[in-house]
């Protein structure tokens, strides 16, 4: 499951989120969702193209020895 933590950086804010091998998740780029930085589909109530980012972690691969 995503890890998803907020720290201070420089005198700004920033999310850093943390994935599974393989695990997949959309972010917010509408800056309305409840779950803000994850998407909760509230874009598609909104007048506008904008949809979520989709971010997906590789697999890991597995030692070919
Ligand atoms: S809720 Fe913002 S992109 Fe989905």
Redesign the pocket.
Known sequence: MAKITTEEHNGHLRTIVELEPGEQI????????G??PI??????TLESN????RVRAPEVKQDAT
């Not at 959309?26 to 969702?33: E, N």
């Not at 998407?39 to 598609?44: L, S």
């Open positions: 959309s972010l917010c780029r509408c800056w309305k969702s779950k803000f998407c909760d589909g509230t874009h598609k904008v949809g979520p980012a």
